[in-house]
């Protein structure tokens, strides 16, 4: 049982910052008392009221069941009608309403109750303060009285009390059921669909269909044609146009939708956005219609359709090769997701569904057969051989349809020359369709030519009326397939309804048909065995005979025009009778909103779309925020760890979600997320400009947002300027931030001087997440300190979690550089001299340049013989010297040394290879940083063996424990561990990093989704 | 903005007093015969008239001038001068007048300045208060000049959009007037009469400015009066100096051609040369065949010693011959040195001809050159931030960067179609598209005749393409209504699905209001 409990009430009853204590007790009791599926709908209108509650509930029932619905302010009638809509939309078996009896509460309106599709209670707080009218009580069952146990906190008491209310209320409860028949008049269809001459199978299939379907219907036909050639069609119905449809769709009761996969569909994509109704899916695979409307309609069309259909992978085979994409994606989730329920011809195509895009649209996918008309039968085969011109007394095996590869021709030509000499002396093979002009073709008709006796005829293209004569005079057809994407074969069935026997392999939708139907030869199956099938069968007449009359009594009993029309249509009614239709909702609103000014419509419209989410494939998104690389990629050390993990979630989802990149934007005034479609693009190719939509997003209760990117200005604006992550989280977002470090914050000393004050406002918005994953533990509880310090986690909210996960380090997705000097090579050889320190990063005061430079100064003055290589930029070039605390002062020092270039070497802008020589010919690195977010550089050290002097500082110890020398104020310092160290090495005694362990982003992008997962 | 700022800005930036009341005097022709047709009543109205010059100029002349402005630091200059000004929004001051109450309505640099739907608003209100035969005249800068339009435009902050001229004639003609002029002033006078053209002229020497002068439809005994001003051409458009460089270059180019056929006939003559000196080859032979001859006559001599002694002097004559056949042998020899001479000349000349060549073709290179540093020029402004976030009606900047990368004898063809290319860019951009398609939609005369522009040019399907083939062409897309600037602004901040819904409401409540 879905309860779903209005918490309207107890909204309006807590006071700011505070809850309902009683109606929060009362969910938790049945939550914990119950194993019934609980859901609870909280105003959006009184949006400080929802984190108390969704604290006060959190780990007690999902958040994702904590829905809100919106509506624009002071505009009573409005919100209600959104609410009961709303309550509706939860699917609700049972909707309560806790304390409804505050004065502000909204009225349920008396013409609608929740559409009468579920017992409603109330819990009246103060009986005798009666605000509840007369009107409303004849409908909403009063359980107060269950809650007489409250003074004694009996709780679970009161949770059984109610669930036993509850079942009986629903038990005995019977649905309005709104008649449409009511009057007696059928209900209004309008029927969408290609119709002949159009040059597909589906015009000929609806021309079949209509006569049946009018039976239940009054039919509108909408085509994108000019003429319709169909005499019943003309006669009886109504043929209209787009057009038409657009205007009068609120005054049709139905619609259903004929999609194939060709450019005779593609008028419907956006008119099934627009009027979405029940679809029938001829063809799973769409990719040729999407590539053909892109082509001559949209140009993102296709690719739009492939990303949200298919994701990362239909994306990277567009970009390897179109060709392949249109065959191998399906490209039609957004058709599946507009329609109100689908319908597929075989179990197999439903199945192809489920199989690519889980089971999140299971209720809504139906199968009725193929529609097929059964003709009288002329008992005249020899006449009729005689116009084609065949041997009256041949065994006449016919092949129906288009030939091709997935036809599977050549085996059907391989066994034919294996029969028997007997048999290939009686029988003649006919091919009745063209053949095509490829090598394919080219190889078919060689093997022809090259058989012994002349059995084997390619008839070309026939007409209907030649096709059917064929399929009257045949003795046996065979029927083959591979490759099956979902469509039926309509060729079986119209052997099976000429009585004509078939063989054919279980293939596809084929294996649905079983041995009364036609003689079922395994998928893979072996020619000898086809061999044997035909000469059984030729050998056999009555057998011949008893399969031709069982396959036609089963097409006249399933696949009739009227049996299908009958399940077209209860399939229609039942879907009608329970989905949820906005459109409805709509023309309710529209009702109240008429007499206003429309200048309100846009918040409506906002209010409407969040309030009634739809669903998508994964069920549910991962949107990781780009918003700093996608606008400037500047290569920083943040955005390649931001490209690295991207690519692995998106060539990894986690199972049941999409991983979408987005930026945010304040376009309009209205801060928002918009997807990254550009950026997404690059990251697969540089060159293409594929203009993928970058609309703004909807994000959707149970959907997760991960701010990857330090996006530090956007988010702090958007915080601030637009509420906007309090406003999702409210939503049931869970929002999520990467945290590299706060160390501007604590060691505002080595960082420019407003550095501080805007990582703090930073960490400010970060803190009031739901999640703040460091990369390191170290980062992780320097963050958690500093909440507690700032006093962050406080009551009344659900509380920041902070967790850590590492970076990877196996590939750097950047290209490295290339090229060694004459003069590289001079220092290199001057290096191999004596022992050589090594430092690698940024000349800035954090990196502890200075202290190392006076320590080697010092050592060099007592007689040290060792080289100090610094490879880095000078840092903060960009601000005035004013602002650049140490390094104009450590930059002089290393300039005007005079070891410079004899022992000191500073060396600025080469490329990944040289760096790599040094790594080799280096003795020792030295990791001076007073603190970092992580430790890459040990790593990369630990990579080339080179060994390791280390401040002692967490973070390092956490990358690399045993494996680096330790230095630091207390224990050890510079001046000292050096020679020790040297000691050490002379000894080589000194600590090897070669059991140093790191991951690769992989294993990083698992640990850091693992993290968003688990919570 | 200061009140002084602007006026600090148009002192650098407009030049002196007297230089502006002189450049004004172009305008003088169209409207002095309005003082002969309304002597009792010439009254004109100047919106946004700065510093007041062209107040001054028409004041002398004779006029009932008053001039209007938003800036008080401007109106200062006015009021120092005696000049009948006042502090007020053009629009607003234009509403409060009587119908045809005016000769001229002028604004100068004011139309880049306003939003365009407030243009049209305000060329319609001049039209209403305009006199039959009366003027509008509005001067702006003119962003056909390269410079103009895709930089010094932008100098101003106050600029909204640039105005192209074909923008601002139509909307007269648009709004009724029966006959406009664009006048294109400021340009480098010496830019009309010189016969040379660079490609810095043709990108920077366009007249920097324009004025569209239109007239409100008269009588043609009143209009006739301005025929001779509205006749005249004035300035220098981009088409006629790309023309005239198109020119240059194709003479320079044929003249090119010229030396290098010319060279084909020294070639010509150097074979005939040869052949000639072939021919003296065959002389050689017969000189020997001769030889041979006379070897024959030898022995007969000596048969005529013994036999003939009477055929002594037939004897001389052959001597004689022989003599006379050397001579010519030699005079041949020198022929051939002579020939030989003519030979190594004719080649030495072929030599520098070549060289010329070369040199020539180092000049072409040097123009090349410059044309891709014009280019990289050109997409560095167009990779800076500020110029992206400046007005789509920029349009056909693109076709000039289009026009640099193609052939020169391209450039004519090209030139034409700037409208062309700018409807195809928009058109190429969906949203932009729609936006301004809506905008167009609401002034159905401007959307039928860029959409006629457009179907003739094969930018969009036309409506008449047979359904059966083409489903799409016959697709109309989601019918937009009448929207408001906010709620279309509203639009581009909403998902997808917002936008459908909005649209859904929109087209209930429009059908509920319609009954």
Known sequence: MRIVIDMQGAQLAADDGTVDETSIAFVKALAEHSNHEIFLALSGLYPVTVEPIRAALDGVIPQENIRLWYAPENNAQVAAIIREAFLLHLQPDIVHFANFNHPECLPLTADNRIGGKAPLTVQLMHREGSEISEDERAYLYDISETFADEAEQDWPGIAHKTIAVWTELQDNFKPVVQLNNASGSKPRLAYVSPLPPQRTGIADYSAELLPALAEFYDIELIVNQQTVEDEWINNNLNIRDVAWFRENAHQLDRVVYHFGNSYFHAHMLELLREIPGVVVLHDFFIGHLMAWAQENYKNNTWINALKESNGWQGLKAYAESPERAVFDYPANLEVLRNAYSVIFHSQYAKNLAIEWYGNVYDQKLHVVPLARKTLELRNNKLAIRKKLGLKPSSFVVCAYGFMGETKLNHLLLDAWSKCSEEFQREAELFFVGDCPNNLYGQRLQEKISKMKSSTVTITGYTTAEKYKLYLECADLAVQLRTKSRGETSAAVLDCMSYALPVIINANGSMSEFDNNDALVLDDEFEVNELVTAIEDLWRNPEKRQGLGNTARRNIQENHSPSVCAGLYASIIEETYASVFREVEVVERLVEKLVEEAPRGLPEVADCFSKTFQKKTVHNKKIFVDVSAICTNDLGTGIQRVVRAILLEMLENPPNGYAIEPVFLSNTAGKWHFRSAGDFLTKIINQDVNWQIDDNAVDISAGDILLCLDFSGGYLTEADRYGDLFTRLRNHGVYVAAVIYDILPIRLPEVFPPESKEHHEKWADVIAKFDGAIAISKAVADDFSQWLKETNKNYQGRRVCKVDWFHLGADIDSSVPTKGISEQDHEILEQLNLGLTFLMVGTIEPRKGYSEVLETFTHLWENGLNANLVIVGREGWTHLPDEKRRTIPETVKSIREHKELNKKLFWLDGISDEFLGKLYKSANALIAASYDEGFGLPLIEAAQHGLPIIARDIAVFREVASDNAFYFSESTNVLAHAIPEWMDLYRQGRHPRNTEMTWISWKVSAEQLIKSLLER | MSDNFYRAFEDIHRGSRELIIGRLRVYLEYIQPLLEIYPDSSNIIDLGCGRGEWLELLSNEGFEVKGVDLDKGMLQACEELQLPVEQADALELLRQLDDESQVVVSGFHIVEHVPFDYLIDMVTEVYRVLKSGGLVIFETPNAENLAVGTNSFYLDPTHK?????????????????????????????????????????????????????????????????????????????????????????????????????????????????????????????????????????????????????????????LKNALHESTSLLDSLKEAKLTAEQT?????????????????????????????????????????????????????????????????????????????????????????????????????????????????????????????????????????????????????????????????????????????
Not at chain 2, 172 to 178: A, K, L, N, S
């Open chain 2, 343 to 515: 030979l190594a000349q004719t080649q030495a000349e072929l030599k520098e001809t070549t060289s010329k060549l070369s040199e020539t073709n180092e000049v072409a290179h040097h123009w090349w050159q410059q044309a891709t540093h014009q280019n990289e020029y050109i997409q560095a402004l167009h990779r800076s931030t500020s110029w992206r976030l400046t007005s789509p009606l920029r349009g056909f900047k693109r076709g000039i960067i289009w026009l640099l990368k193609l052939p020169l004898k391209l450039l004519k063809t090209l030139i034409k179609p700037f409208v062309y290319l700018g409807l195809k860019w928009v058109l190429n951009k969906p949203g932009l598209r729609d936006r301004l398609s809506a905008k167009a939609k609401k002034y159905p005369r401007l959307h039928q005749h860029l959409r006629q522009f457009a179907s003739n040019q094969g930018l969009v399907a036309t409506a008449a393409v047979s359904g059966d083939e083409h489903p799409m062409a016959r697709h109309k897309g989601p019918h937009k209504q009448n929207l408001t600037p906010e709620q279309e602004k509203a639009m581009l901040a909403m998902t997808p699905r917002e936008q459908r819904i909005f649209m859904q409401l929109n087209r209930a409540i429009e059908r509920k209001r319609q009954g």
């Open chain 2, 161 to 317: 959009q640039p105005i192209p001229h074909q923008l601002l004639s139509f909307l007269t003609e648009y709004v009724g007037f029966q006959r406009n002029k664009v006048l294109r002033l400021q340009e480098n006078p010496q830019l009309a009469e010189s016969h040379e053209c660079t490609l810095e002229q043709v990108l920077f020497g366009v007249s920097p400015d324009y004025a569209v002068v239109a007239q409100k439809p008269a009588d043609s005994a009143v209009t006739e009066k301005f025929d001779e001003a509205f006749a005249r051409e004035r300035g220098v458009g981009l088409a006629q100096l790309s023309r005239k460089y198109d020119k240059i270059w194709q003479e320079r180019i044929s003249a090119l051609t010229k030396i290098v056929e010319s060279e084909g006939g020294f070639r010509n003559e150097i074979t005939q040369e040869t052949s000639q000196l072939e021919g003296k080859g065959s002389f050689h032979q017969q000189l020997i065949s001769v030889t041979g001859e006379l070897a024959n006559v030898k022995a007969s001599l000596e048969v005529a010693k013994v036999h003939e002694q009477y055929r002594l002097d037939e004897i001389k004559e």
